[in-house]
């Protein structure tokens, strides 16, 4: 997993199609016949399932095929985690750990 520290992007719960959480927001860019991103969205469904005000959303490439060349997203599972306000604060591609997912959230 590869971490990039952003600052510059919002992204509203319409552009998203699904509400923000309170604290943190994990949006994953899935593609169909991905295992990594299967193997992600158990990850990240797990951390959001036990941490207050954390929603994990997954929008397909393809599907939001608009959205996904807007961020550039060239590869997948990619996930943008959200501060509450939607401002893209870290950009990670590959499986996240749980340990690191956890970590995003207590940061």
């Known amino acids: 997993m590869s971490t990039e520290r ?3 992007e919002r ?7 699904a509400p923000l959480g309170e604290r943190l927001t ?3 860019f899935s593609s169909a016949f991905c295992g990594p991103c299967r193997m992600t969205r158990q990850v990240l469904e797990r951390v959001a399932a036990t941490s207050d005000g954390v929603v994990h959303l997954e929008l397909d490439v393809v599907r939001d ?3 996904a ?4 997203i060239v590869q997948t599972p990619t996930v943008l985690v959200l501060d ?4 893209v604060r870290h ?3 590959g499986v996240p750990t749980v340990a690191a997912a956890r970590a995003l959230v207590t940061a």
């Open 6 to 8: 952003l600052s510059t």
């Open 11 to 17: 992204l509203s719960a319409s552009e998203l199609g």
């Open 26 to 28: 994990f949006v994953q």
């Open 65 to 67: 095929q608009d959205l």
């Open 69 to 72: 060349e807007t961020l550039e």
């Open 84 to 87: 509450g306000t939607g401002a």
């Open 91 to 93: 950009r990670l591609t």
